[in-house]
């Protein structure tokens, strides 16, 4: 299964971005980014994989998180990001909007390129 | 909290032994956390630990992140730690000169012995000369025990193979663990 390894490795290093992006909207617990990243398929990654993704990102200064009661069941871990963290995610979009613009061209020279010839 | 998510808990609180106290018990309590919430949204406990992952897993993952933590930008900087890493590359490389090989050394040829032992044992019963097996004073295992006492003293140099490979080990790990605090690491994304 090589392209099962292959995507896995895509889907880690997009993580990242996609976990920066939601909690940009507002502040999130990790429960509730799990489950926003269950609204896509692609995405649905093992659930334990965003715990420690958090804490590196929270070591790198890129989120802050404070425990906050709720007001049913246990406290919750809620996350935002520094004014470094949306410095990161401002370039990451950028990044992500000029790479997948490029292989989706590389893609269609190649489909082109076979129509051809 | 019910036992299965207590058991999967006190796994990964086990597991995450390497990361320092405070970093450990932020770990167990979020997915405490992670655990209740996903038991309050409807789903039976099973699924919920289950969506997690292996806990040896996930403490795993969490180790490694924290082995390719940034350091602080001072690890090379003030005149103290770079004596002190100075001292302690030096220290190392020159003590693992003698100590490496001297174990490796060591390990081999006990190990070598150990299954030699035994050949010369049955080699001896069945009389092929040259082989001796007794004390200076001419003092001589009988024939018949031949085999019986070549098993003790190949069991004897396995246990010092043994003890040679693990101290080997143990000192590589040691040294490893030290080189590993003074890189200076980067952080690896992903």
Redesign the interface.
């Known amino acids: 299964m090589r392209a099962g390894e292959w995507s896995s490795?895509i889907r880690?290093?997009t993580l990242?971005l996609c976990v920066l992006a939601l909690i940009a909207s507002k502040p999130r617990?990790?429960?509730d980014l799990?489950s926003a990243l269950k609204r896509w398929e692609p995405l649905a990654t093992?659930?334990?994989?965003v715990?420690?993704l958090l804490?590196?990102l929270q070591?790198?200064e890129k989120v802050e998180a404070s425990w906050e009661e709720s007001a049913?069941?246990?406290?919750?871990?809620y996350y935002r990001l520094t004014p470094h963290g949306r410095d990161l995610l401002e370039r990451m979009t950028a990044d992500w909007a000029e790479l997948s613009e490029a292989v989706r061209e590389a893609l269609l020279t190649e489909e082109e390129a076979k129509s051809h010839g | 909290m019910d036992d299965a998510a207590e058991r999967y808990l006190e796994e990964l609180r086990r597991n995450l032994k390497p990361l320092p106290e405070e970093?450990r018990s932020?770990?167990v309590?979020?997915?405490?956390?992670?655990i209740?919430?996903?038991q309050?949204?409807g789903r039976p406990t099973s699924a919920v630990l289950a969506?997690?992952?292996d806990a040896r897993?996930?403490a795993r993952?969490?180790v490694?992140?924290y082995h390719l933590?940034?350091p602080r930008d001072e690890t090379l900087g003030s005149v103290a730690s770079f004596v002190l890493s100075s001292a302690f590359i030096s220290g190392t490389g020159l003590l693992s000169l003698f100590v490496v090989p001297l174990l490796a050394l060591l390990t081999s040829l006990a190990g070598l012995l150990a299954i030699a032992m035994p050949i010369a044992g049955v080699l001896r019963t069945f009389r092929v000369p040259g082989i001796v097996m007794g004390d200076a004073g001419g003092w001589h295992v009988p024939i018949l025990w031949s085999f019986p006492a070549s098993l003790v003293l190949a069991a004897a140099f396995a246990v010092l193979a043994w003890a040679g490979y693990k101290l080997l080990r143990g000192y590589l790990r040691l040294v490893l663990a030290g080189y590993r605090k003074l890189l200076p690491f980067r952080?690896v994304?992903?």
């Open positions: 490795q880690r290093g990242e617990y990790g429960y799990v093992t659930e334990g994989t715990y420690p804490r590196r070591r790198e049913a069941g246990p406290p919750r871990k | 970093d932020e770990a309590r979020e997915i405490e956390s992670h209740a919430e996903g309050a949204d969506g997690l992952g897993t996930l993952a969490y490694a992140d933590r940034v952080s994304p992903g």
